[in-house]
C-alpha cells in the first residue's frame, strides 16, 4: 500500500509542475538515445562476428620497424610465402598493404564510376573464404613473377 500512495504522491507533483517534467522527460530521453546511439555503435565495430567463414580464427600480422619508428612496413611475396612455410599453425595467408586505397575510374556507358581498390596478393579471398561475385578470384599463380596483373 505504501508504493502506491507514492506514486500517486509523485504523480500529483509531477503534474503541478510541468516543467520540471519535461525537464525529467527529456533528461531521460537524451540519456537513453545516448545510450542506444553508442551501444550500436560499439555493436556493429566491436561485437559483431566479421562477415568472413570462421572470422574468429582470422589475424592481422604487422611487420615493425622499431629502428626506423615505422609501425607499417611493406611485406614482399617472397617473405609472406617464407611465413607460410615457416609457420605450421597458420591454414593460408593473404597480404594487403596497410594504407590499401589507390581511386581508379571506370567508364561505362558514359558513365563514370569512382572505384576504391587495393593491391592484394593472390590468397587473400581464399584466406576470407570469400568468392568473387563475378569473374573469377585470384590465385597464387597471378602472385608469380611476369604473371599478368589482373583486376
Same mark, same amino acid.
Given at each position: 500500500m505504501s508504493i /502506491? !500512495?507514492?506514486l500517486k504522491y509523485? /504523480?500529483?507533483l509531477l503534474i503541478k509542475n510541468p516543467a520540471l517534467t519535461a525537464l525529467a522527460a527529456g533528461v531521460l530521453a537524451l *540519456?537513453? *538515445?545516448a545510450n542506444t546511439a553508442i551501444l550500436s555503435v560499439v555493436n556493429g565495430v566491436l561485437l559483431r562476428a566479421l562477415p568472413f567463414q570462421e572470422a574468429d580464427r582470422l589475424v592481422s600480422i604487422r611487420l615493425v620497424n622499431p629502428e626506423e619508428g615505422r609501425q607499417e612496413n611493406?611485406? !614482399?611475396l617472397p617473405d609472406l610465402r617464407d611465413w607460410q612455410d615457416q609457420i605450421g599453425s597458420i591454414v593460408d595467408l593473404g597480404?594487403?598493404?596497410a594504407f590499401p586505397f589507390h581511386g581508379l575510374t571506370m567508364s561505362r556507358a558514359d558513365l563514370p564510376l569512382e572505384l576504391t581498390t587495393s593491391y592484394v596478393s593472390g590468397s587473400f579471398f581464399d584466406t576470407l573464404g570469400v568468392e568473387a561475385a563475378q569473374g573469377r578470384g585470384f590465385s597464387v599463380e597471378d602472385d608469380r613473377e611476369g604473371a /599478368?596483373?589482373?583486376v
Open positions: /502506491l !500512495s507514492d509523485a /504523480l500529483r *540519456g537513453i *538515445g611493406p611485406v !614482399s597480404a594487403y598493404p /599478368l596483373r589482373v
